[in-house]
Nanobody, 118 residues
């Protein structure tokens, strides 16, 4: 059974930091591209950051460049999103995604809520 389980969300003040984790199971984690998406109330889901299977390349949305860092530990089947200098507009449900586009395989986690507010 494939699972992606996010953790680490919560309430943080503007300027604060959080680290999200996503643990994968039931598939060969090290062969999948991993991504973080987010969806704010009333808005479409958007890509935040992505990392290739071996961790050698990353991609970021312009809105988070310089503040967020995506990384992965294939030995632990885990992808991370370090979020620094958080802003109220970062408030959203953050989702973990695993994909192998060449095979048309996509898995999603259930999401973790991040709220940035004073």
């Amino acid at each position: 059974q494939v699972q992606l389980v996010e953790s680490g969300g919560g309430l943080v003040q503007p300027g604060g930091s959080l680290r999200l984790s996503c643990v994968g199971s039931g598939f060969i984690f090290s062969t999948f591209r991993m991504s973080w998406y987010r969806q704010a109330p009333g808005k479409e889901r958007e890509l935040v950051a992505a990392i290739v299977s071996n961790g050698g390349s990353t991609t970021y949305a312009d809105s988070v460049k310089g503040r967020f860092t995506i990384s992965r530990d294939n030995a632990k089947n885990t992808v991370y999103l370090q979020m620094n200098n958080l802003k109220p507009e970062d408030t959203a449900v953050y989702y973990c995604k695993a994909d192998r586009s060449s095979y048309g395989i996509i898995y999603w986690g259930k999401g973790s809520l991040v709220t940035v507010s004073s």
